[in-house]
């Protein structure tokens, strides 16, 4: 089935200490977005690639960057992890406009 | 920015009862979207709306997008277990792909 696979499902770092999440997708579809998800609140959009074109949101702080080698993967990078980056990341895919297919997430814990 | 307001924040339910929830737009909106979230899962997409005044039923929930396409609701009939979660609207603008989501209802049921 075609799908959106985040790797992995928990991930635990130290305060401070680079860490990668990943995203693949088997659908085709042209953009990859991510997002955190903090308890109770709604996913916030960090980032997004429109084909190979990257766009960040004004309010992502520098700390977080992304990579998108293919059409299928991309990668989010936290270089610094600071207590308050621990949450839920969310990867998704769409066509343009068309409806969201959300991976199960990466649940982030920084000790 | 396109903000997107959602009430309420929380419902809780009796099994049977119907409950609505509403989404608002700063802006008019070219399409809305609806997931759902379950408790420690991630969102999946429920339903699309584009046109102005148009209305979708999955089995018991409702959805209606305003005809000014500024405003949208879920309706859920006879509410059950199976119904727990959170529930998000997002809105399209139209000049991107990019979905705005609103704060999500969490929904409660007591049996």
Redesign the interface.
Known sequence: DAMVIQNPRYQVTQFGKPVTLSCSQTLNHNVMYWYQQKSSQAPKLLFHYYDKDFNNEADTPDNFQSRRPNTSFCFLDIRSPGLGDAAMYLCATSRDSTRYTFGSGTRLTVV | GQQVMQIPQYQHVQEGEDFTTYCNSSTTL??I?W?KQRPG?????LI?LVKSGEVKKQKRLTFQFGEAKKNSSLHITATQTTDVGTY?C?G?S?N????S????T?VTVRA
């Not at chain 2, 899962?41 to 997409?45: N, R, T």
């Not at chain 2, 989501?101 to 999500?104: D, I, P």
């Open positions: 070219s399409n979207q997931y899962g991630h969102p999946v997409f699309q998000f997002a399209g139209g991107d792909y990019k979905l989501f609103g704060a999500g969490t």
